[in-house]
């Protein structure tokens, strides 16, 4: 149950730690996965790919593909609107971080 509980709540964590990287560069979904290791979210394919194309649906990140040693990668990078949420975001989640830590 604490998990299921916590799942909820660090999953728009991981959306804004997504769009915060999609900002500053183009990435692809096997790097974002050991990105969001390193922060101590263990997230698999079946789960990342699809928020990733639920962001992609509603606008906030867009989704390129290239060719990488023969096979199809697909990359995404924040747009506007991804780029409008995650300044929300940020001022929202500083707010939150100052009043919860008084």
């Known amino acids: 149950m604490q998990d299921k509980v916590l799942r909820k709540f660090f999953l728009g964590f991981i959306q804004i730690h997504i769009l915060h990287h999609a900002k500053k560069e183009a990435f692809y979904g096997a790097w974002m996965i050991e990105e969001l290791k390193e922060h ?28 990488v040693a023969g096979k199809i990668r697909k990359y ?15 001022q929202k989640a500083l707010e939150l971080l100052k009043e919860i830590n008084d």
């Open 76 to 90: 995404y990078q924040i747009t506007p609107l991804g780029n409008d949420i995650l300044a929300e975001a940020r």
């Open 40 to 67: 101590g979210y263990e997230m698999s394919p079946g789960t990342l790919y699809p928020l990733l194309h639920n962001m992609e649906s509603n606008g906030l990140i867009k989704k390129t593909e290239k060719t």
